[in-house]
């Protein structure tokens, strides 16, 4: 028989899956007694963790949904494929939730074992993230080192290369991480600038952590997200505003692209005004286009040109052979 905390562990897994286990059969499966069994089960009910039982000849336990989340018992596979998921979470897959999937992962990562993390490694470096153009690529070790590091409030030092490519190395106190349009970006106190920066996570190389603790200094903003928006928009001369009437309501194009662009209903009615600031016209029209509507570029003019060239390229890709010309 297992010793009392290993046999704990084997229960709460067992449980987890949220089938119904017959008493004996359960019993059985951890080499106890009915007795014994019942006591784990009582030493589980003290841990939080609401485990229901029905009484008589099919008697059994079955663990019920909670007013509150207790820790749970992964086994390997299902750590590996935790991970997994929330990389991609934290790189946009999923709109909206990047924030939470980087404090989960850096909790997941953190109590991870070696052999566990190369399994996850190698899965990331034989797969391929579908994003947006234009996304730069962001790993998701910094992801985790900087969540691990903001949440412990312990200084970090790392590799930085500006816009301009002037490479320099930091010495920071990480606040925030920040998910902003399409990019992550760290807010920190730069020990050596004494100041607050905003750094762009794909530049990031090289983050260490120090082991120095520190108290958080007060932010000069509302609060992070606002901070980083005000710090990026007087960086971004080659960025463009984009507008273009979409027929088609303003709930639908916000399902598709609201993440990154402002949306209003027509003064008419018909249809939306779409806003997005873009460094790259052809992600304009892509995420016109993904909206799957008829639309009017308002401006600038070079998007008209980049329209007319995207027209005429696929127009002729629909006259390849094997493909049926069109009349006339």
Known sequence: MANTSSRMLKLLSLLQTHRYWPGPELADRLEVSVRTLRRDIDRLRDLGYPVEAQRGLEGGYQLAAGAALPPLVLDDDEAVALAIGLRAAAQGAITGIEDASVRALAKVVQVMPPRLRRRVDAVGSAT???????????????????????????????????????????????????????????????????????????????????????????????DAAEFVRASIGSLRPTQQLVEANVQAAPAEVQAVIGRYAKIEPAQDGAGCRVRMQVDNLDWALLALGMVRAEFEVVGPPELVDQLRDWSARFARATLTPGHAHPSG
């Open 128 to 222: 391929v993230l579908g994003v947006w153009p234009g996304n730069a690529a962001l790993d998701a070790e910094v992801l985790a080192n900087l969540a691990q590091a903001c949440r412990d409030e312990e200084r970090v030092r790392f590799a930085y290369t500006a816009a301009d490519g002037e490479k320099t190395t930091r010495h920071v106190e990480p606040l925030r991480l920040v998910a902003l349009g399409r990019r992550w970006y760290l807010v920190a106190y730069d020990l050596l600038r004494q100041d607050w920066r905003t750094f762009r996570l794909d530049r990031l190389e090289s983050v260490r952590g120090t082991g120095m603790r520190f108290h958080p200094r007060q932010l000069p903003a509302k």
